[in-house]
């Protein structure tokens, strides 16, 4: 078999796009859509791997590849982009329309502490889409009566944090991580249990104070700068949240706009200026 036709054909764009999601990974998907040829052909693009497809052009595959890399960074799920529009010296294929789309897991987010806020905000997550786990070191507050009528919330009970908390984050592709235990202690061994892996949002409850003590000892304890500047402290949007399920709400706000590049601001500012 001719290993290059095949890596050009729709089989192989399919297979190295499931690999991507068993991995856990992220990839950029580009098919022509419209154009004077090769409608329908497919690109797909890997950060740190070699790309699978081809649109037709050895030219426009490497424009493409680039513009790959600014899709992903966008947090976009689709875009249709003309190559004109980042490619203004292909002209040959300048009116040709292009489908970007982002592939990667669905969006999971793991949950430290079954209180009052970490029910509520289980019971949101799974609602907006999110696969959910929530963690407990109390079994009694992660038991499947307690959260009847949402059967996909993953519960466990660990039997020490640190595990239970890298077993659930995996690799991190994908992951949210929400601390919202009962306590100094179980916030300090969750937040070392996160350090070690690479989640892509890492939020941790409490007052300004009881953060700045537990991320000083995680530095103390040699987490770095950039990991440090990445945990979200005091966790979520300040909407003067004062009951759980608002709690939860202003969480998993921070959360979505973290995944989806948003600001948190107010769509209606722009009047008030």
Known sequence: MDDNRDQRSAPSVTRAAARVLERGGIAALITVIEGPANVGAKLLVAPGSMPTGELGNEQLNTAVILQSTVFLDSCEETRSLRVQEFAPDLSDWAATLLLFERIQPEPRLVI????????????????????TTLIDDRPEFVTAERFHG???????????????????????????????????SQD???????????????????????????INRLKEAGASAEQLSRIHAPIGLDIRAVTPEEVALAIMAEIVAQRRGGTGGSLSAWRRK
């Open 150 to 184: 949402h059967p996909k919330i993953e519960l466990i009970a660990a039997e020490d944090w640190t595990t239970a908390v890298r077993q659930a984050i995996g690799n991190g592709r994908g992951v949210s991580v929400a601390v919202v235990t009962r306590g100094h």
């Open 112 to 131: 430290c502490g079954a209180g009052h806020v970490g029910a509520a905000l289980a019971k949101l997550s799974n609602f907006i889409g999110y696969e």
């Open 188 to 214: 300090e061994e969750c937040m070392h249990a996160v350090m070690s892996t690479n989640p892509d949002y890492v939020g941790l409850i409490g007052s300004k104070r009881r953060t700045s003590i537990v």
